[in-house]
């Protein structure tokens, strides 16, 4: 049977109100679903930054859990000393927090090495006094379940703090960098971390074009950002780490 024109643009129109019909009801029912299931979420996260956080303590690391940005830098204020030498790794966690910003309010000596303008031989100096700091900062890529801090670097100035140097390390990090093991955790880098900080960098390194890291063998750009891989378990000077989990999406 020949349909008229008209009725063509009739039968398309309803099978077009139809489509948008029902994609505009299902996406009111994901969203009423979400925030039902928020009431339901929350706790079992709530659950699993308690595992961590035990974990962590068990690995001889110090971990505390705080709701927000402002409590971040009222708890990371209380591991700083007037005068105190102080370092950073980059880390947009604690650019989020406001916590770089207290750093450079002149309490404290205050080593930075993203001061605009300085030159290669500067930067290196620079990075090398994070190991004579009293306090280093740094945020991390991932946190297992199991306690473990799980860090990806290229230049490797920001881990190699973390292994050895400063008298105390304050780490950072928002809750939503919690999974459940290792190979979670290199998941999270080569699916989220690396490309966003390639992209950040404008390295122009092949996951910036593939939305992922394409693995160790497969990257051979001179801006490659994957070129250590470093896990932190138990740790034999206790407290010397210090976990402040903030209740939020933070860093990537």
Known sequence: ??????????????????????????????????IYMNDFLKPVMQIRIQKTINNLIKNNMN???????????????????DGQLVA??????LKETGIVDMLKNGEYEYYDRT????????????????FLADVYFTGTNAITEDGELYNVDGNCNRVAPLLYGPDKVVVVVGTNKIVANLEQAKLRVQKLTAPANGIRL????????????????GCHSENRLCCAYVTIGFQREKNRINVIFVEDDLGF
């Open 1 to 34: 049977m020949i349909v008229p024109p008209m009725q063509q643009a009739s039968i398309a129109n309803q099978h077009t109100w139809a489509a948008f019909s029902t994609i505009h009801i299902t996406i009111l029912i994901i969203m009423k679903g979400e």
């Open 63 to 81: 971990a505390c859990c705080v709701k927000n940005s402002n409590e971040a830098m009222l708890k990371a204020k209380e591991f700083l000393q």
């Open 88 to 93: 950073w790794g980059g880390s947009a966690t």
């Open 115 to 130: 001061v605009s303008g300085l030159s290669p031989q500067q930067n290196k100096d620079y990075s090398r006094k994070a």
């Open 202 to 217: 404008n390295s122009n390194t092949p996951c910036v074009h593939l939305g992922e890291c394409v693995g160790g063998l």
